[in-house]
């Protein structure tokens, strides 16, 4: 476990994940911005080496720029979850933030992918601190979704929340709370 290094100034776009190439690491490529302007391509192979990268034509400068940016952030804190022992840093550079960067990106994804599954297959609904479902339900299949709701409300002996009556970034939010929990931050 590892915490995120907190900065706006760099970050990736077009990033492509291999999972089933990745082993030790996470095999990816992307294109590094820096201060809104793409500056580089990045690519990890996934077995545990260096992320590689290579300005684009005429951003070697903002590359160096970039490089500097980041040995200037905090070492980023390492936790091995060992009991009794004091986290490890080591000194942040352009391809550890890189790194973390595209770790973090691609969990996003992959949970922001399971949650439209969720809401897209389920009715799905908070009752007390619970989220729960009704069983071969789907939510696609319900013709009248106010008067099907209406009735789901009325067969509760206290309120629930409708996660398909909110917004999405508010549904997945709450969905995240739940199905997460303590890791949803």
């Not at 690519?43 to 160096?64: I, R, V």
């Amino acid at each position: 476990m590892q915490t995120i290094t907190k900065q706006n100034r760099i970050t990736l776009k077009n990033l492509k994940v291999a999972d089933f190439a990745s082993e030790e690491t996470l095999c990816f490529t992307a294109t590094v911005v820096f201060d809104d302007s793409s500056i580089a391509q990045a690519h990890n192979d996934g077995h545990g080496g260096s992320t590689f990268l290579h300005a684009l034509k005429g951003k070697e400068q903002l590359l160096c720029e970039a490089q500097a940016f980041a040995k200037g952030l905090p070492p980023a804190l390492l936790d091995f979850d060992q009991q009794g022992e004091a986290p490890h840093s080591i000194n942040m550079t352009l391809d550890y933030l890189v790194d973390e960067l595209a770790a973090t990106m691609h969990g996003e994804r992959k949970i922001r992918a399971a949650f439209n599954r969720d809401i897209g297959n389920k009715v799905l609904f908070i009752k007390g601190d619970k989220l729960l479902f009704i069983k071969g339900i789907k939510l696609k299949a319900i013709s009248d979704r106010k008067a099907y709701f209406d009735s789901l409300r009325a067969r509760q002996a206290q309120p629930i929340v409708i996660l398909a009556e909110l917004s999405p970034d508010q549904a997945f939010d709450l969905w995240k709370q739940h199905v997460l929990g303590d890791q949803a931050d």
